[in-house]
């Protein structure tokens, strides 16, 4: 991806954030980088191209429960290097209160920015 489209800031994941299947419970992948509008993953397998997703995003710090989120798959390549596959997903439904939590936990002082 040359072309930079994104508009709101990208924070690099410093702790693992697991991203769940909540249809089936599997485990997506985790979390590279994320924004208050979506994501990069690091998964295991391809998904369907344009393929859309309930989601739960279980960060490992604190208590707090995980972000729900509807995804939507907007690209993925294979990373030569370890076979994993990264896969950019857009947020197409997340609640005010979990975008709020989002948002807050991109701009927490001392965030690594991509």
């Keep these: 991806m040359s072309d930079e489209s994104r508009r709101l800031p990208r ?17 997506l992948g985790m979390v590279i980088d994320l924004s208050e509008s979506g994501m990069m993953v690091n998964a295991e397998q391809a998904v369907c191209a344009d393929a859309l997703f309930q989601s739960e995003l279980q960060f490992s710090h604190g208590a707090a429960p995980p972000i729900k989120a509807g995804l939507h798959e907007l690209w993925s390549t294979t990373d030569d290097a370890s076979g994993s596959v990264l896969i950019g997903f857009r947020f197409i ?10 948002r807050a936990w991109v701009a927490e002082p001392g965030s690594q920015y991509v």
């Design 11 to 27: 924070r690099k994941a410093d702790s693992p954030i697991t991203v769940i299947d909540a249809m089936t419970g599997q485990r």
């Design 93 to 102: 439904d997340i609640s005010k209160d979990d975008r709020s939590r989002l």
